[in-house]
């Protein structure tokens, strides 16, 4: 949106101004970082978990050194903040947002000495790797928390922009779902952006007039959604970032997260080792790349027993996509014997059986 | 169609046509006077992180809603130095206010980014608190019951004061204003700080009682459905309620239809409000000759 990005644009160059100051003088670090985010780190969203990440990696170096960049728009602006980056000595650079890709890509053709890791997209080079978790699958277990803590057998998903990646986590959510409640149904609302908040305040409130008692959402922060929830009695189930507890203390069920601690730190000693190798890296649950949230108060342990033995399930290879898989119109989508992971992930246009919503 | 559709598109409207109502009923009082204010959204920007920020501070949403209110009016009273005082072009300068608007709510807002904050809590009509459709359509926050006496208080302001009539004459014509011994710019900064006022309370609306967040450039373009509702209102704050609540009720309607499962396209829904405004302004377009004030736009310089 025009705004946040005039605004981020702002507070990009500010902070590009800020950091540029304390230079040099102390021991020269093992490695320098640079990371760059596509907004602010507090959101109890996708920023805060790579934040959480470069944290954990900060510590498990000693002396690394980590120069951060919140609110970095996803235009050329980015290239210009992570140029400043590697003027300050950054040798990796962890480019967090998808839009970042390109610039990113640009600055590693012209400069082969600084290694860069973006995250969600294709790209490669020689310094050029990306990751992301493999987050479908794992969507797998919050369905099987709202089908067993649903009284209402509605549950609700709000989704920012209807890409396939996102239709497939609605999918894994509600695949998960009939399998311990068969009259489960998801019905989706889809706001048409990724940060929208008073549409996202709205659409979890239109969801729990229609009998929603479980919210949960694709969006880039869930606390507005699940503050919405929680102020009508409905229980929530967070995602990005595994710390949204606290904004439901009583109707919290449990959140996916992601957890990039253990990958970013093997990166950065392999730049430091000088063995760094880009690769396409996809780890979901049990991998290290995402993890299921502390559950809240409410959840039964019966419950908590069948979420987590779902979620070992998913960690070892257990794939939700596997045919025969019937889209809500009753067409066979997924043919016996195929199996959708990976790429194809983000090839869905339609709703599983049971998903109530049109997808396009 | 089923009842709860029903009461979830009505609670829908009144809760983000609150936030639209106090804006139109801001802009109308300053228009009256002859001033185009395009910076409006900027200033609920200002409201919007103001309010949430004092929230956040002191743990009262009320001292927030107060904040905000004196933060838009003070966002406002700069505006009118540029285009009373100074007699700056009113679009420009109200582009310019929008751009302030945007970058100082950020730099407000940004150390507040993921604060939790109790909002303005839902006081229930008495007898309607146990749950249920009813609850739905009859809780809300104090904002919300105050804004129909904010209406009508602003109708009988703009219609039934001295103050009023001036503001409406220095709306039309500030020099014959002027020649009646009125003083235009005098009333043109007491329209534009009481707007101001307003504008920040609906900004605080949002931020306080809608999100319980602060996230830059929240109020996504309501500031310029707003200056449209103007119009269609044809600068009456009676009309300006029925406008907020149809604005509003679009916005929530394509939602709520998703939610009950509606055979359409979300990339249609997601149009709904937007040809809905295109569709009023075409329908009322015509009007505007009739009911603009005079000197819209227009700065008064003096006699000299």
């Known amino acids: ?360 | 169609m089923n009842t709860a559709l029903v009461v979830g598109i009505l609670a829908g409207a009144i809760m983000s046509g609150t936030s639209l109502l106090y804006a139109t009923l801001g802009e109308i009082v300053g228009e009256r006077g002859g001033i185009v204010n395009l910076g409006l959204e900027g200033i609920l920007l200002i409201g919007a992180a103001s309010g949430f920020a004092t929230t956040a501070v002191t743990s009262s949403p009320y001292l927030g809603v107060a904040a905000a209110m004196g933060a838009g009016a003070a966002a406002n009273l700069i505006f009118a130095y540029v285009v009373v005082s100074r007699h700056a072009n009113q679009l420009a300068a109200g582009l310019s206010l929008m751009f302030f608007g945007i970058g100082l709510s950020a730099l407000i807002g940004r150390p507040f980014v993921g604060a939790l904050i109790t909002g303005l809590p839902h006081l229930a009509v008495p007898g309607f608190a146990s749950g249920g459709f009813a609850t739905r359509l009859l809780s809300y926050d104090v904002l919300v019951y105050l804004a129909l006496p904010t209406a009508a208080f602003t109708w009988w302001l703009i219609f039934r004061t001295r103050w009023g009539l001036g503001l409406r004459t220095v709306g039309e014509s500030p020099a014959i204003a002027f020649a009646a011994g009125l003083r235009p710019q005098t009333l043109q900064y007491q329209a534009l700080a009481f707007a101001g006022a307003l504008s920040g309370l609906a900004g605080a609306h949002m931020s306080l009682a809608v999100t319980l967040t602060w996230a830059d450039g929240m109020t996504g373009g309501r500031g310029f459905i707003a200056i449209a509702l103007v119009i269609f209102a044809k600068w009456n704050p009676l009309w300006a309620v029925a406008g907020a609540l149809l604005f509003g009720g679009a916005e929530g309607l394509q939602l709520q239809l998703q939610a009950a499962g509606a055979d359409v396209s979300p990339f249609i829904m997601n149009m709904v409000p937007y040809l809905l405004t295109l569709l009023v302004l075409i329908l009322w377009g015509w009007r505007r000759q009739a009911t603009a004030p005079m000197a819209l736009g227009r700065n008064f310089v003096g006699v000299e």
């Not at chain 1, 230079?23 to 760059?36: N, R």
């Not at chain 1, 998808?98 to 995250?119: M, R």
């Not at chain 1, 549409?199 to 007039?209: C, P, Q, R, S, V």
């Open chain 1, 1 to 360: 949106m025009m705004h946040s990005r005039m605004a981020g644009v702002a507070g990009a160059m500010l902070l590009a101004l800020f950091a540029v100051g304390p230079a040099a003088a102390q021991d020269k670090p093992p490695l320098t970082v640079g990371a760059i985010y596509v907004g602010s780190v507090n959101d109890y969203g996708y920023n805060r978990s790579m934040k959480d990440g470069l944290e954990e990696m900060k510590r498990a170096i000693p002396g690394l050194k980590l120069i951060e960049a919140e609110n970095v728009p996803e235009t050329a602006e980015s290239e210009r903040v992570m140029e400043g980056m590697i003027q300050q000595g950054a040798k990796l650079i962890f480019a967090t947002s998808f839009g970042h890709q390109q610039f990113a890509f640009n600055l590693a053709k012209t400069h082969p000495d600084v290694y860069f890791e973006h995250a969600g997209g294709w790209m490669q080079a020689p310094n050029f790797g990306n990751f992301f978790g493999a987050t479908q699958a794992a969507w797998y277990p919050m369905g099987v928390a709202a089908g067993k803590m649903t009284k209402s057998n509605t549950l609700g998903f709000v989704v920012g922009v209807p890409i396939g990646y996102a239709l497939g986590n609605v999918n894994a959510f509600e695949m998960g779902a009939l399998s311990v409640n068969p009259a489960a149904k998801t019905r989706v609302v889809v706001t048409g952006g990724w940060s929208d908040k008073a549409k996202e305040a709205a659409a979890a409130n239109a969801l729990i007039d229609q009998g929603a008692d479980v919210v949960t959402m694709h969006v880039d922060s869930p606390a507005t959604i699940i503050q919405a929830a929680e102020s009508r009695n409905a229980y929530s189930i967070g995602f990005q970032s595994i710390e949204a507890k606290q904004l439901a203390p009583k109707y919290w069920i449990t959140g996916l997260g992601f957890t990039w601690g253990p990958f970013m730190t093997d990166t950065a000693k392999s730049v430091m080792a000088g063995t760094f190798k880009p690769a396409m890296v996809r780890l979901g649950l049990g991998q290290g790349m995402m993890a299921v949230a502390p559950f809240g108060p409410a959840v039964p342990a019966d419950v908590k027993t069948l979420v987590t033995a779902a979620a070992d399930k998913v960690g070892h290879g257990f794939n939700p996509f596997t045919g025969p898989v019937t889209d809500n119109t009753g067409t066979v989508r997924i043919p016996a014997g195929e199996t959708w992971g990976g790429d194809k992930m983000g090839n869905f246009d339609w709703y599983v059986e049971g998903v109530i919503g049109k997808a396009k």
